[in-house]
């Protein structure tokens, strides 16, 4: 664990490098756009906002890059050119908690019943389970975007049983209370659902077949003749070790939730964090993309070594091995 923990400080190092450079390596500044939506700004309000949005230092790269260091050390993100003067910590402050709810819980769901389904059509080759697989890789093949236009079209246009639009009922004051929550939940339906649907023939695919696979070792083989129970042989045995590449899988999925479901939101109109990158991208807010890389890359890599620890406590082995 010491190596790994090496390994990610590493490249948490190089994320945050090529994080401050993509500002350099993009045409234009954060205040050229600001000047492209403002024209009527003076040469003095520019010049103060060159030295607000770091333009304005004089030095070296290098020097930049120690004062790059040091506002992320303070928490300091910068400064979002469309939202100014809301802090970039702020607008993501704004969008995270939508983001984590829907595409968090949407992710975990799909991957406990596919992973629940994989188990019991790897046990079952050939069975009920086993023949949903087909349908459930036909809704994982379809492109997203076209699936969440149809559950729109029918679901909210047609019948009128959610909302198809938006994260909550306009004019609903937000805060925890039962008319917004309810709001939220009757929102979040449509493209939790969706994200549902196309994601779980993944997990169930790929813990079938890692499953068939543990089905004939020897130790299952055994704990068969042992007279026990099938529920504890399928689970205890079984599956217990064909999951740790679903593990794996699970977390890199959950480092990824922070980027948000990009194109369900745009499609949905969700006020997320993949939806803020796409209007930042827009609006040519350089600050608000940089911040949203920076908590992409950290959470990926959190997860990563949240994968790893997992994997030291469910296989003996791991432990083992990093003992020699």
Known sequence: MIRRLGFYAVAAWVALTINFLIPHLLPGTPVEAMLAQHPQLTASAVKALDIQFGIGHQGSLLHQYGVYLTHLIHGNLGVSTAAYPASVV??????????????????????????????????????????????????QATPYFFLALIVIQLFANDWHLFPGYGGATLGVA????GPFIGSVISHGVLPAATIVVTSMAGW???????????????????????????????????????????????????????AGALVMEIVFSYPGVGYLLYTSVGQDDFPVMQGTFLAISATVLLACLLADVIYVIADPRTRRRAAF
């Open 174 to 177: 937000s805060g925890f209370n």
């Open 90 to 139: 702020s607008v993501l402050g704004n969008t995270l908690p939508w983001t984590l709810a829907l595409v968090g819980s949407a992710t975990i769901i799909s991957f406990l019943l596919g992973t629940l389904l994989g188990i019991l059509a790897g046990w079952r080759r050939g069975g009920r389970f086993d023949q949903l697989l087909p349908a459930f890789t036909f809704l």
């Open 204 to 258: 169930m695919l790929q813990m079938r077949n890692v499953m068939i696979t543990t089905i004939g070792e020897d130790y299952v083989l055994a704990a068969e003749a042992k007279g026990l129970s099938t529920r504890r042989v399928m689970f205890t045995y079984a599956a217990r070790n064909a999951i740790l590449p679903n593990i794996a899988g699970f977390a890199l999925a959950i480092g990824f939730v922070v």
